[in-house]
């Protein structure tokens, strides 16, 4: 069965050429960074890095190695004025005259790396239309403008999950070839799951509407929802969005009160905006419990959110909880 290259499903798509540059860019670093990932502790790129990201965060050895290879992968496609990653303080700028700026999380659920478990490069592609250097403030974008968004989920196979605003579409790394090869061209997302994502550990944390509509589902058939949900918990972001797209299901992240001050745990430019992308384009919701998360202004580059997303019907129900 011959499969089509992510080169010509973009050119079929119509999608300008040069935007095709920065996804085939980001598609030629993720294959090294999986070839990092596969050698493993052979590498010698496991354990910590010893020091922590702008986030306050403990970085992983290939937290810094996959964020360098992004960095200079980036800086050197001729269409990209500049990059922001969720492991650097500030914005870098890149070309003068790029009509594209790149927002990405290197190496997602790097906790996973050292027991060998799934981990994933998320990003998202913003236009850039004005004449001056790049500052923060050209980043600043909400989550619609996004001219592309994506990841590339590291596990028994290597996956890019892509949409350029026409839906979503898979693609499997040939390990022979070194091409990404289509493997699901129209990703849908049922509207109605039995299934939601969420880390239990952290329920007694959590606000209260959120720790109603959980109890609701953990109380199954015998409980007001009247049937029976699975959980499930990877521990990386791009993990559960991608069962999400692949069966179905909900995922959260909520606020907790353990920092009272943060709006949530996962980054707005870097986590929610992509994924919510995705999710959208696969006929999924995406919201806080105020709003739509696609529809946020940011304020900041490193800002957080707390995040629901996948099935239409269940965010639906989850966001009623809160909003009562």
Request: overall charge negative; glycine content about 8%.
């Amino acid at each position: 069965m011959s499969r089509i290259a992510l080169p010509q499903y973009l050119a079929n798509a119509s999608v300008a050429p040069d935007l095709q540059s920065v996804i085939l860019g980001l598609a030629e670093v993720s294959a090294d960074i999986s070839k990092s990932l596969a050698k493993g502790a052979l590498a010698g790129i496991l354990g910590a890095a010893g020091a922590e990201n702008v986030q306050g965060e403990d970085q992983k050895k290939l937290d810094v190695i996959a964020n360098d290879m992004i960095k200079e992968a980036l800086a050197a496609l001729p269409n990209v004025r500049g990059l922001a990653s969720e492991e650097e303080p500030d914005v870098v700028p890149c070309h003068t005259n790029g009509n594209f700026l790149v927002t990405f999380d290197p190496l997602d659920g790097s906790s996973n790396i050292d027991i060998n478990s799934m981990v994933g490069t998320i990003f998202s592609v913003l236009p850039h239309t004005g004449e001056t250097a790049v500052t923060e403030q050209d980043f600043l974008q909400p989550g619609r403008q996004q001219a592309a968004a994506g990841y590339v989920l590291y596990g028994p196979s290597v996956m890019l999950v892509i949409s350029t605003g026409s839906g979503v579409a898979m693609f499997t790394l040939d390990q022979d070839s070194g091409n990404y090869l289509l493997t699901e061209a129209d990703v849908a997302i049922p509207s109605e799951t039995n299934e939601f994502s969420i880390n239990a550990s952290n329920q007694r944390h959590w606000a209260a509407p959120m720790q109603s509509y959980i109890a609701d589902l953990i109380a199954g058939k015998d409980g007001p929802r009247g049937k029976n949900f699975n959980m499930r918990w990877v521990a990386a972001m791009v993990a559960d969005v991608h069962r999400i797209l692949c069966r179905g299901g909900l995922f959260t992240y909520p606020w907790d009160s353990r920092k009272p001050e943060q709006a949530g745990k996962l980054r707005l430019m870097y986590e929610a905006n992509p994924m919510g992308f995705l999710v959208e384009q696969a006929g999924g919701e995406v919201w806080t419990p105020e709003g739509k998360i696609l529809d946020i202004q940011p304020a900041h580059i490193h800002q957080r959110v707390p995040v629901i997303l996948g099935a239409a019907t269940e965010v639906a129900l989850c966001v009623d909880y809160h909003q009562r």
